[in-house]
């Protein structure tokens, strides 16, 4: 079966880093995505990785290992508007989106 | 431009009601999703469209119908609700395959 592993909640401080995990398993692979969900609202896309390495886009960085079935999602220098739900989504051979179930990441001042 | 919108933002059902929820989209994308998103799991995708007049069944598709009879808009049919149905219900829309996905803002339903 297809299914996209990633931990429940995870507690990070203003202003520090915080390394947000996903593991998958696949009937194939097209790119794995990362979407931002704040509460009540709608995920939005924030990066999309198809080839092995490192991605940055401002204070967020997505990493991907293939052989590995491994992406992470850095979040730098952390604000309170961070604090969200964050989405792993891995496109497989059908070019379906597999979600995981999301982490909930909680900043504290 | 709009992008993704859907009607209604919420609604409250009985137990054997039907109802349609209505996507739309403006970015005259080829594909569109209905999702539904419960507490403590991913989205799962319902139904889902690659082009004008075509639909094709996701993972979670009993007890939904859709149809596409106009490249913007998608629209998800509950013929019979069941309590089981309570969610929130997002649509999405594609550019293209191997693309991002834009989501509208949600429908939340309850079903009693």
């Known amino acids: 079966g297809q299914n996209i592993d990633q931990p429940t909640e995870m507690t990070a401080t203003e202003g520090a880093i915080v390394q947000i995990n996903c593991t998958y398993q696949?009937?194939?692979?097209?790119?794995l995505f990362w979407y931002q969900q704040h509460a009540g609202e709608a995920p939005t896309f924030l990066s999309y990785n198809v080839l092995d390495g490192l991605e940055e886009k401002g204070r967020f960085s997505s990493f991907l290992s293939r052989s590995k079935g491994y992406s992470y999602l850095l979040l730098k220098e952390l604000q309170m508007k961070d604090s969200a739900s964050y989405l792993c989504a891995v496109m497989d051979s059908n070019y379906q989106l597999i979600w995981g179930a999301g982490t909930k990441l909680i900043i504290k001042p | 431009n709009a992008g993704v919108t859907q009607t209604p933002k919420f609604r409250v059902l009985k137990t054997g009601q039907s109802m349609t929820l209505l996507c739309a989209q403006d970015m005259n994308h080829e594909y569109m999703y209905w999702y539904r998103q419960d507490p403590g799991m991913g989205l799962r995708l319902i139904h889902y469209s690659v082009g004008e007049g075509t639909t094709a069944k996701g993972e979670v598709p009993d007890g939904y119908n859709v149809s596409r009879l106009k490249k913007q808009n998608f629209l998800l049919g509950l013929e019979s609700a069941a309590p089981s149905q309570t969610s929130v219900y997002f649509c999405a829309s594609q550019p293209k395959e191997q693309e991002t996905q834009y989501f509208g803002p949600g429908t939340r339903l309850l079903v009693l």
């Open positions: 696949t009937s194939g692979f097209n790119g």
